[in-house]
């Protein structure tokens, strides 16, 4: 780099150096041409030594044979010179030339600045400015400057050098500078890599600092939020597997001492024995009941599951199901009434549908007082079917409402346990309103009663 630009600047100052020679070369031989013209060598050789001195090097005349008539240094007088650029105005008749030679006259002739770095005898170089002395339209004789190079040379080898060591320094500060950046810019980088290797080994507590530019911020920040997100969904699911566990230990300890009790005692009575299997039945209905609605829950936690979707009736869905409860109903003496506004025609997957509107309706049945009212209502709002299932039962205190679709979430534990609820229901059916794209919100006043409010996109179309 630092060579090609001392070439530049080489060859710019040679090119200007070559115009003003030849400039003052010409006029020279303008001024002269009388004086030659007469053979005025006295005349001549003052001339030439004032301009010598002006330009800086050794000025001869030539006469049309190209033998000196003038030599400012007067050691070549009456000697025949054969340069190129003295045969080129006198031989080619040109009005001027310019020529680089090696002083001892032998050698390429160089007419730019490129011989600079090829040799170190470039100061061994001089440079030749011929011109024309011409009278009458006649070429009578040659001026010759012979100028060294040397001081232009030494000039652009020590410009070189500068430039070298200022390149050197430059780039010496542009490899620190990009060290010091690149580490700026990657310790954000590797605090994040090692923060996920942290997480890939299962430790999703970790979080990164946000700091540096725009982009490393953004890139925190959503690592951090991912990582909250990935810790919260991982203690739901270790929440879940306990609480799984749990409800189906209970069941299984409940079912081990009754039959140990019907192991160490064979003599006990008969009634006594047929009670502890209808218990010890019972809590497989549980365990059963438990087990189906876990799977019902784990399967549609599968990212793809699929919604069998078909043409069919929301009134007609309700109608069944009502008719499903009809023993329920009456063992608790309630009172369902239906109110149906719109037939609701849909396309929806009925098999779910049905589980929405059995788990809410059976709830409503199951916690109401005996002799309660359940009322489901079934509306068209625009492109949705609306349906509210209304109890006038105990109601759920406020602080619980946030939580009842919560999986295994039971207000009174006992009483969900002794209706042989799974705690389930709620979590199944808010996942299946969500799967069809609905809605659903829950409004309930201690003592007053609680509605379930399903909202389900129609589908039509
Ligand atoms: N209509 C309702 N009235 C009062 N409480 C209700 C009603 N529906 C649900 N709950 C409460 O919400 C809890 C969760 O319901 P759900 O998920 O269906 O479980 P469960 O298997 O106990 O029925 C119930 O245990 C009950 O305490
Ligand atoms: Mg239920």
Not at 204 to 229: D, I, L, Q, Y
Not at 238 to 244: C, H, K, L, P, R
Not at 267 to 282: A, H, K, P
Not at 347 to 359: H, I, W
Request: proline share 3%; glycine share 8%.
């Amino acid at each position: 780099m630092a060579n090609s630009l001392t070439n530049m600047v080489g060859d710019y100052l040679f090119e200007q150096r070559i115009h003003t020679d030849t400039v003052n070369v010409e006029s020279l031989a303008v001024r002269i041409a009388p004086l030659l013209a007469q053979s005025d060598t006295e005349a001549l050789y003052e001339e030439l030594t004032a301009a010598g001195g002006e330009m800086g090097g050794r000025l001869m005349v030539l006469d049309r044979y190209g033998k000196v008539q003038v030599d400012t240094y007067s050691e070549l007088n009456g000697v025949r010179v054969d340069y190129p650029e003295v045969a080129s105005v006198l031989v080619r008749g040109d009005l001027a030339d310019y020529g680089v030679h090696p002083l001892d006259g032998v050698g390429e002739i160089l007419k730019t600045g490129n011989f600079l770095l090829s040799d170190a005898d470039a100061f061994n170089w001089v440079g030749y400015c011929t011109a024309g002395v011409i009278d009458h339209s006649d070429v009578i004789g040659v001026v010759l400057l012979s100028s060294p190079v040397q001081t232009m040379m030494a000039n652009l080898y020590e410009l070189r050098d500068q430039m070298l060591v200022i390149f050197i320094a430059v780039a010496v500060i542009a490899i620190i500078f990009c060290l010091v950046f690149s580490n700026i810019i990657t310790k954000p980088m590797t605090a994040l890599t090692k923060s996920i290797q942290n997480m890939a080994r299962g430790d999703f507590s970790v979080r990164v600092k946000v700091r540096g530019s725009g982009e490393m911020r953004r890139m925190a920040r959503t690592f951090n939020s991912m990582s909250e997100k990935i810790e919260s969904l991982d203690q739901a699911r270790n929440q879940f597997v306990s609480n799984a566990s749990h409800e189906l230990k209970t069941p299984l300890a409940t079912m081990k001492i009754m039959i140990e009790s019907l192991i160490y005692q064979p003599e006990m009575e008969v009634g006594l024995r047929t009670e502890f299997m209808t218990d010890i039945n019972r809590e497989i209905d549980r365990l059963s009941s438990i087990v189906t609605d876990l799977l019902t829950l784990v399967r549609m936690d599968v990212r793809d599951v699929k919604l069998s979707r078909e043409n069919m009736s929301m009134a007609a869905l309700i109608k069944d199901t009502k008719h499903l409860l009809g023993p329920m109903i009456k063992k608790r003496s309630q009172t369902v009434t239906l109110s149906i506004q719109d037939d609701c025609d849909m396309y929806a997957d009925r098999t779910k549908l049905q589980q929405v509107v059995y788990n809410l309706m059976e709830n409503a049945v199951k916690y109401t007082q005996e002799g309660g009212e359940v009322n489901v209502t079934l509306q068209r709002v625009g492109r949705d079917a609306v349906l509210t299932v209304k109890d006038n039962g105990p109601g759920i205190p406020a602080e619980h409402l946030p939580h009842i679709f919560d999986r295994f979430y039971r207000v009174d534990k006992a009483r969900s346990r002794e209706a042989g609820g799974t705690g389930l229901g709620l979590a199944i059916v808010h996942q299946l309103v969500m799967l069809h794209g609905g809605e659903i919100h829950v409004e309930s006043e201690e003592g007053k009663g609680t509605s379930f409010i399903v909202e389900l996109p129609l589908h039509l179309g």
